[in-house]
């Protein structure tokens, strides 16, 4: 099943008006008025034709050639999209590989990924995952800025839940600061 976008004619035109496309499709500034007038304002041929001096014929003509532009640039877009959106799912496949790798040689995770983890998606218990968030600790990160007797002050959080956030860190290759 396809799915599709649904545009309004003034949202498409605001996105195709952007500067960025507009060099793209080396438009002039005619061409804008013309899609304008037909997009925007609504205006049939002969008042569009009139406001510019135009022909109806001529602006119809150009509204073609204009429309032919854009799809092209929009069949390009859609191919370079399909090209790097593959690209970036290789290259996620390959993190999650060096990753595993990574993980088996060593026992901990790579340094790059200690950035990449929110505390909710660590494998902990939630009561400890409770009180970090508490102290606003997001991150496995975070934890380099407390100290043991930083975390041992806060509700619920004994020598027991240290023992088994320590481990995690570990594997994480995390450590506290100094007391």
């Known amino acids: 099943m396809h799915k599709t976008i649904s545009f309004s004619m ?4 605001e996105i195709i008006s952007s500067d960025e496309v ?12 013309i899609l304008k007038g037909y997009w ?10 009139k406001e510019l001096n ?3 014929h001529s602006v119809s003509r150009r509204y073609t050639k204009i429309i ?10 859609i191919v370079e999209f399909g090209y790097y959106k593959q690209r970036v799912e290789e290259l996620e496949q390959v993190k999650q590989e060096y990753i595993n790798f990574h993980l088996k040689k060593t026992g ?20 400890i995952r409770n009180c970090l968030s508490e102290r606003g600790i997001n991150r496995m990160r975070d ?3 407390f100290t043991k007797t930083d975390l041992l002050k806060g509700r619920y959080f004994g020598k027991e839940a240290l023992n088994e956030l320590e481990g995690i860190m570990i594997k994480y290759n995390v450590c506290l600061k100094e007391d």
């Open 40 to 49: 925007i304002d609504k205006k049939t041929r002969k008042n569009i034709a």
């Open 54 to 56: 135009f022909i109806p």
């Open 108 to 127: 901990v995770y790579p340094k790059f990924m200690i950035k990449d983890d929110l505390i909710e998606h660590v494998n902990m218990s939630q009561r």
């Open 22 to 33: 507009l060099k793209q499709l080396g438009l002039s500034d005619d061409d804008k008025l």
């Open 68 to 77: 032919i532009q854009i799809r092209e640039g929009l069949k390009n877009l």
């Open 10 to 13: 003034r949202k498409l035109f």
């Open 143 to 145: 934890l380099r800025n």
